[in-house]
């Protein structure tokens, strides 16, 4: 099997070269920062979604760790890796983190270090998940508060999203969602929505990731953004979660209620597909061709 190329601190270098030290602070503390961005193949060849919007949030985390990442020359390896890797539809994976020199808390002194990898994997819920839907249990863990760690791409913020996915797949569920009091927050790593008759609304929570997949379908379908309790979200008609990588998945069971995947969410998510795939040319500006983040447009 080839190797697959990453780029690391400037450089392109193999998977298997070394990459980390035992003391980069990061990987004691969480004090890092990543973003999840999707490469989809279209009419006029592979493209980068939302690049810009995730960069953007990218930096948003890197500036709340007070450490700044190159985000110009890694969107640009992006661009390169997945030309050097072959792929056409591709999962591309930022990460900053704060690299060694003390494991105490002071991290103002420390050197960020950079990487991108371009993985030829799409969904973390399974292919299959996008076609079945899934099951979704309430959590009896509560979200991050944004008072003590913000709704960014935050690493060490996961571990909230991985213990509330453990209680959940042990119980025999797909997914977790977090509920704050009545009121519905988020999966592990996706944005809520439900469908009532005709309508759509984005559950609006602070303690919620700002996903960007979530304000494209705000923008496609004109779903109402706001505050949804738990005993709503029970009773709606359809429930979907999105995100980069799960896209648009049907709830097909939430705790003990069992669910359709209903025609609302079924046209949405052939909706995104058109949109991310190109197929509909009206939200083009979404997109950024990969050929021109090649190593040799950025010269
Ligand atoms: N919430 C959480 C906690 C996430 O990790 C993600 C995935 N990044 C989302 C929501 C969805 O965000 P996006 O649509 O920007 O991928």
Redesign the pocket.
Known sequence: MNDLTLWLDGAFRERSAPHVDLFDHALHYGTGVFE?IRIYDGAHGPAVFRLGD?MA?FARGTAMLRFEADTDAMSHAAGELCRRNGFRNAYVRPLAWLGGGSLHLDVEKLTARQAVAVLPWTSHLGEAAVQTGISVMTSTMSRNPRSALP?L?ICGG?VN?CLAKLEATHAGFDEALFVDGDLVC??????VFLVQGDQVVAVEHPD???????D?IITLTGAVSRPVSRAELASADEIFL????AEVTAVRRFDDRELAIGPVTKAIAATYQDVVHGRDTTHGHWLTPIETLFASAAA
């Open positions: 999840g995730h949030r709704p791409k996961y999203s988020e999966a592990t790593g996706e944005n919620a990731l700002p996903g960007i997949t979530r494209t999105c995100g980069t990588s």
